[in-house]
């Protein structure tokens, strides 16, 4: 079965700082995605960003980038220059390439970026 | 940009009610899914839709939960007797295709409490 573990229940970082998000998955699949959703306390589910895993180079959206090491099976997310607005629950999400597309989430970071 | 919309934000009901969840999805989005997330748990997936059928359910997804596509805009989901577990935060999605182009767009959600 196809899990996966955010080991972070919360995180506090002061307002500028780089944050890193940490993700681990176990799949015996060779063609997935693998998401970073971020939930404000709007609820609303965001995608932040996406990595293919058949793409060696890691994602990246502005201020947002992910290490995607395939072998260990690990998907971090960092978050340069954080910003008050960044506050939220973060889900990494794994999806395996196929008809079904349905996506099995992590239990969430919470990250609090102080002023 | 376009969004998934959800309607109502908040539905109460009482425990064996009938409720009906709306969800437009983005207008050019041929994936529907549905999904939620109990109070402090992981996001769950319930069932992806794609050319009027159910593509994959989960277990959760039993039988008296059903999913409907009306018309050419919304995306139902309906409990047919609620029960006070079904109490949880209900979140639409659609994405525009699968394959390499695969990626979801959740909406805001529908808090539903049963009581």
């Known amino acids: 079965a196809q899990t996966v573990t955010q080991s972070q229940p919360e995180m506090s970082v002061q307002e500028a700082e780089t944050v890193t998000l940490s993700c681990t998955y176990d799949?015996?699949?060779?063609?997935?995605?693998l998401f970073w959703y971020k939930q404000p306390p709007s609820r609303q589910m965001i995608l932040v960003i996406r990595q293919e895993a058949y793409k060696q180079q890691n994602a990246t959206e502005n201020r947002f980038s992910v290490n995607f090491q395939k072998a260990a099976k690990s998907f971090s997310l960092k978050i340069s220059d954080s910003q008050l607005g960044d506050t939220a629950m973060y889900f990494c999400?794994?999806?395996?390439?196929?008809?079904?597309?349905?996506?099995?989430w992590g239990a969430g970071t919470k990250l609090i970026i102080k002023p | 940009e376009p969004e998934v919309t959800q309607t109502p934000s908040h539905q109460v009901t009482q425990m064996g009610q009938e409720v009906i969840l709306r969800c437009v999805p983005i207008?050019?989005?041929?994936?529907f899914y549905w999904y939620r997330q109990i109070l402090g748990q992981k996001v769950e997936f319930l069932v992806s839709f794609y050319n009027n059928e159910i593509s994959e359910k989960s277990e959760i997804f039993d039988d008296q939960f059903s999913v409907e596509r009306p018309d050419g805009s919304n995306f139902t989901l309906k409990i047919r007797s609620t029960k006070l577990e079904d109490s949880a935060m209900y979140f639409c999605a659609s994405s525009e295709s699968g394959g390499y182009l695969w990626k979801l767009f959740f909406g805001s959600g529908t808090q539903l409490s049963v009581l």
């Open positions: 799949t015996s699949e060779n063609n997935y995605y």
């Open positions: 207008s050019n989005h041929l994936y």
């Open positions: 999400a794994f999806g395996v390439m196929d008809s079904n597309y349905q996506l099995i």
